[in-house]
């Protein structure tokens, strides 16, 4: 496709290049000679012709990148779509190789319970063989005896007739062997197609069975998550109403309550406060249980998140309760609780 549309491409640009120099020679002859020189509207035209046929090339070889973009992506296309006929034709491949084997298993062991059908039968027809050879023996005999009519005739009547017995016996026997290894071959088909049923049934079992179990541990899992989560925040919310009836019990002038330099005073109250805010927007896992961290934070004067220092502790904690810190960005406002010193080290303890 590539190589038949330079040749047109080709062709084209040379007649462009041929038609725009016919015209600039044409300009060139026809152009009157005026005194003085200088430009006239002649010159202008020969522009404008220029102009058009360079605009009229360019929007062509727009046309053939268009084309050949749409023509590469309808190449890409079809390769996709070979590809996934190859993939499916592979899968299908794979599904009948499979059902051959299960069928081929199917047909052994089929073939071995006939076989041992076989062997029985051809056992009963050796006797029924043995019992005719008999017979036959028996019936020669008979037959030497013919010297004694009266006697002989008698007998051979007798003996005739439980023959005739005997073949409608042995008769019986063979459709009733036939009726059996018809019976053998049915029950066994039979067989077959329940062992199936009953295998596709199990797994469709199991299949549920799993899917119960996986919903009803999802289901315990997240009951679990909620009220682990419900109990942090309920302990959280007991901690900061705690430390604010602390805080509004407090006499201004009373002994011990005036902030000393740092963190004393009402700055242990603000750590309080400030542990449990973090631990009411963290995500606390069962295994942060009897674990502490201290993590280092510096705030500006009212409550804005500065920066999040180093954290000593359990990794664990000391990464959901820096996410906390992120995600709120700015602690309670420091305050009323006479806060001096703004770089913090707080103790952490889901």
């Not at 805080?247 to 750590?271: F, H, I, Q, R």
Request: with cysteine; proline share 3%; glycine share 6%.
């Amino acid at each position: 496709m590539k190589r038949s549309m330079t040749g047109p491409v080709a062709v084209s640009l040379l007649l462009h290049a041929l038609l725009i120099l016919a015209f600039v020679l044409k300009w060139n002859l026809d152009k009157p000679k005026r005194p003085g020189g200088g430009g006239g509207g002649g010159v202008v035209h020969a522009v404008v012709i220029d102009q058009l046929q360079f605009k009229q090339h360019a929007e062509f070889v727009k046309q053939q990148k268009q084309q050949k973009l749409e023509e590469q992506q309808e190449r890409i296309q079809e390769q996709k779509k070979e590809v996934e006929a190859v993939r499916q034709q592979k899968e299908q491949e794979t599904i009948r190789l499979r059902k051959e084997q299960e069928q081929q298993k199917a047909k052994k062991e089929l073939a071995r319970k006939k076989e041992v059908e076989r062997q029985k039968l051809e056992a009963e027809q050796k006797k029924i063989a043995l019992e005719k050879k008999k017979q036959e023996e028996l019936k020669k005999e008979l037959e030497q005896k013919k010297l004694e009519e009266d006697r002989q005739k008698k007998l051979e009547e007798q003996k005739k007739a439980a023959e005739k017995q005997k073949e409608e016996e042995l008769k019986k026997k063979e459709e009733a062997l036939k009726k059996k290894e018809a019976e053998l071959k049915k029950a066994e088909q039979e067989k077959l197609k329940q062992e199936k049923l009953a295998a596709e049934k199990k797994k469709q079992q199991e299949l549920e069975r799993k899917k119960a179990e996986e919903a009803k541990k999802k289901a315990l899992e997240k009951k679990q998550a909620d009220q682990a989560r419900k109990k942090n925040e309920q302990d959280a919310k007991k901690l900061e109403d705690d430390l604010f009836s602390d805080l509004e019990s407090d006499t201004p002038g009373a002994p011990g309550n005036k902030a000393g330099p740092g963190m004393g005073g009402d700055g242990d109250a603000y750590s309080g406060l400030v542990s449990a805010t973090i631990q009411r927007n963290m995500f606390i896992d069962q295994n942060m249980k009897g674990k502490t961290a201290v993590l280092k934070v510096k705030i500006a004067p009212d409550g804005l998140i500065i920066s999040i220092g180093s954290c000593d502790g359990d990794s664990s904690i000391c990464s959901a309760a820096t996410a906390a810190l992120n995600k709120i960005g700015s602690l309670p406002d420091p305050k009323p609780f006479h806060v001096t010193d703004y770089d913090l080290a707080i103790s952490v303890q889901p």
